[in-house]
């Protein structure tokens, strides 16, 4: 008697781990396909800037972020909106921060300190409060710096103030570490005036 050979390949039968495996991959592919060939442009275009930032010249650095902050803005004419490249760039936020600590450049540096708190907004790890946390690191004197990435950032950022001193105070830390505190309310008063500049009374 012949033994009929079965036509099912050996491949499609899949164990649960090949199984899962495959529906990840089909699902990422799906979500690949579903992109505008506008949004694959934009996101091959992060891609080559995050890969520009990894090289070792401080000169390449430094068009590298001017071309970075260029595109966050250019693709919203609003930047009451969180702009279109953070969902994008949510895969290199990790990378990102580790180039930040490896960067001697203070002036790439707080460039970079920049998007991170903006990143941060979107993306923030186990309520570390990065907004607030590279805000500092970037710099804030003056209304100028704080409304870089619009209203919603200033009030996301306020929010984060508000939360990080709180938890100062419920650790007992407020008179103990009065550096911090005293920072806190530096950058609190460069938030409150833009909120009553930019007719916020509630959020001031």
């Known amino acids: 008697m012949v033994e009929k050979k079965s036509n099912v390949d050996s491949e499609d039968v899949l164990n649960p781990r090949t199984a899962a495996e495959k529906i990840t991959k089909n699902k990422a592919k799906e979500e690949q396909d579903e992109l505008s060939e506008e949004d694959q442009q934009l996101v091959s275009e992060l891609e080559m800037i995050v890969e520009r930032l990894k090289e070792s010249s401080v000169d390449i650095h430094r068009s590298a972020m001017d071309n970075l902050n ?9 930047m009451t909106s969180v702009p279109k490249p953070l969902k994008y760039l949510k895969e290199h936020y990790a990378t990102l ?9 203070e002036r790439n540096k707080k460039a970079l300190a920049s998007i991170l708190s903006l990143l ?3 993306y923030d ?3 570390k409060r990065d907004c607030l946390r590279y805000r500092l690191l970037a710099g804030y004197d003056g209304d100028g710096q704080l409304s870089e990435w619009g209203h919603e950032y200033v009030r996301h950022l306020a929010m984060e103030i508000g939360e990080e001193f709180a938890a100062k105070i419920e650790e007992g830390e407020e008179e ?3 550096e911090s505190t005293a920072e806190l309310l530096a950058i609190a ?5 833009f909120f009553l500049k930019h007719n916020a009374d509630a959020d001031a």
Do not use: C, H, Q
């Open 70 to 78: 260029n595109v966050i803005r250019s693709t919203t004419s609003s």
């Open 97 to 105: 921060t580790e180039l930040y600590g490896a960067w001697s450049d």
């Open 120 to 122: 941060g907004m979107a």
């Open 125 to 127: 790890r186990e309520g």
């Open 176 to 178: 103990d570490d009065e």
């Open 189 to 193: 008063k460069v938030v409150v005036p």
